[in-house]
Structures are given as structure tokens and as C-alpha cells.
């Protein structure tokens, strides 16, 4: 098994707003987005490469509550089309990054083929 390499700061900026990675970070790349929080983790990059933005919502003028309640409505645009895009997402991260779009998590992978096993076994016709 390859050795995983995870990325030092800059290059997970790199990662953030790139989706793309030095080779060496390949095997590192894999279990980020086959794991089974790979959709926590989708959320919570996407809020985190909009960072500045908020920040500069912040700087705006007027009430506090006026700039908070900007940056809270920019927050959940950005999770909105985060979440609406999240596979197209992940797919072009991995093949950005050398591995196959289609990748997923072995044990969901496993699952699904038992559950269609079991439903095919139930359902399917008979053949004589």
C-alpha cells in the first residue's frame, strides 16, 4: 500500500481552490474523497474557500447585525450550491488528481451489490 503523504498547508490551499495536488499526496487524495464523510468534509472545504469573502462582507458599513446577517446568507448560498454540486465536484477532484472519477467507498460500493443481490434474488423472475 502507498504511503500517505498528507498535504502541507500551502498545498492545501492549493487543494482547496484548485483540486489539485502534487503526486505524492495521490494515496492521501483517495481516502479524502472515498471516505465516508467524504460529504462533511465537501461541505465544510467549500465554507472554508470562501473565507475571504465573508471577511470582506465583514468590512462592510453599517449595523453588525446587518454585516453578520450578510455573511449568514452568503454562508448558506455557498452551502447551498456546495451541496447541489457535490458529486460533479468530488468526480473532477479525483480525476484532477490522477485517480478514477467513478471511485467510491468500498464498503458503500459492497453494499449497494449485496442490497441489489438480495432484491434481484427476490424480484427477479424465474428462468426455466
Given at each position: 500500500?502507498n504511503a500517505v503523504h498528507r498535504?502541507?498547508?500551502?498545498h ?5 481552490y484548485?483540486g ?7 494515496e492521501?487524495v483517495?481516502?479524502t474523497l ?8 465537501h ?7 470562501v473565507?475571504p469573502?465573508?471577511a470582506?462582507?465583514?468590512l462592510l ?5 446587518l454585516r453578520?446577517a450578510?455573511?449568514l446568507?452568503?454562508a448558506?448560498?455557498a452551502?447551498f450550491?456546495n451541496?447541489?454540486?457535490m458529486?460533479p465536484?468530488?468526480a473532477r ?5 490522477g ?11 459492497q ?9 434481484e434474488?427476490?424480484y427477479?423472475?424465474t428462468?426455466a
Amino acid at each position: 500500500m502507498n504511503a500517505v503523504h498528507r498535504p502541507d498547508p500551502l498545498h492545501y490551499l492549493a487543494w482547496v481552490y484548485t483540486g489539485s495536488l502534487p503526486e505524492r499526496n495521490r494515496e492521501w487524495v483517495r481516502r479524502t474523497l472515498t471516505r465516508r464523510t467524504w460529504a462533511a468534509r465537501h461541505l465544510i472545504r467549500g465554507q472554508f474557500a470562501v473565507l475571504p469573502v465573508y471577511a470582506l462582507l465583514m468590512l462592510l458599513p453599517g449595523p453588525l447585525a446587518l454585516r453578520g446577517a450578510t455573511v449568514l446568507l452568503g454562508a448558506l448560498l455557498a452551502a447551498f450550491y456546495n451541496a447541489a454540486y457535490m458529486r460533479p465536484n468530488r468526480a473532477r477532484r479525483l480525476e484532477k488528481n490522477g485517480l478514477d472519477p467513478e471511485l467510491e467507498n468500498p464498503a458503500v460500493a459492497q453494499r449497494r451489490d449485496a442490497t441489489r443481490a438480495a432484491y434481484e434474488a427476490a424480484y427477479a423472475p424465474t428462468r426455466a
